[in-house]
């Protein structure tokens, strides 16, 4: 398995612009989790969702931030419009619920918003 | 909320020494991962193990889910083993939030 696949690996942008962020998970992953890291804040969960329902979204920072997960092998996250402060690493992580497995993160996604 | 500390929160040994990294969480669990944050940013699974002891090369750690602890040991140190470790608590099965610990950095020297 290729394992969790994030794309793009790097994105620099302008503020105002919009950015998504793509997330494939592993096969027969039914758990979906958002985060990003910071150095002043570390890592945290902004969404989360199961069976391609979001479950708790309470650590989306504001409405600028939205998540999708429109089939069990796509979720993406969009920031319109992005911010300097949304400068961060973000990670999606999955795992299988049902089978009580591991959470395996993807490489993440480097965004500067300059 | 769900309290998961984690001591020490730095450490830096000589190449070849031992470790050991300590995860204190203040609920009944259900589960629980060891991750290696490496200098580049990569989140690596290390194990999963809500219970009992596990081993892996140089790395082995242990649960004892009743007194709410897990010890992540490191023998023999390299420096590719630098970097930050973290404990995530899994407390409920079903639609539960992962809980991160803040981590331990370690920097092992040569």
């Known amino acids: 398995d290729a394992g969790v696949i994030q794309s793009p690996r790097h994105e620099v942008t302008e503020m105002g612009q919009e950015v998504t962020l793509r997330c494939k998970p592993i096969s027969g992953h039914n758990s979906l989790f958002w985060y990003r890291q910071t150095m002043m804040r570390g890592l945290e969960l902004l969404i989360y969702?199961?069976?391609?329902?979001?479950?708790?979204d309470s650590g989306m920072p504001e409405d600028r931030f939205s998540a999708k997960m429109p089939n069990a092998s796509f979720s993406t996250l969009k920031i319109q419009p992005s911010e300097p402060r949304d400068s961060a690493v973000y990670f999606c992580a999955t795992c299988s619920r049902d089978r009580n497995s591991p959470l395996h993160f993807g490489n993440g996604t480097r965004l500067t918003v300059t | 909320g769900i309290q998961v500390e984690q001591s020490p929160p730095d450490l830096i040994l000589q190449e070849g020494a031992n470790s050991t990294l300590r995860c204190n969480f203040s609920d009944s669990v259900n589960n629980l991962q060891w991750f290696h944050q490496n200098p580049w940013g990569q989140l690596i699974n290390l194990f999963y193990?809500?219970?009992g002891t596990k081993q892996n090369g140089r790395l082995s750690a242990t649960t004892v889910a009743t007194e709410r602890y897990s010890l992540l040991y490191i023998s023999s140190s390299q420096t590719t083993d630098s970097g930050v470790y973290f404990c995530v608590f899994i407390s409920n099965f079903g639609n539960e939030k992962l809980t991160f610990g803040t981590g331990t950095r370690l920097t092992i020297i040569p």
């Open positions: 193990i809500p219970s």
């Open positions: 969702f199961n069976n391609n329902v979001p479950i708790d």
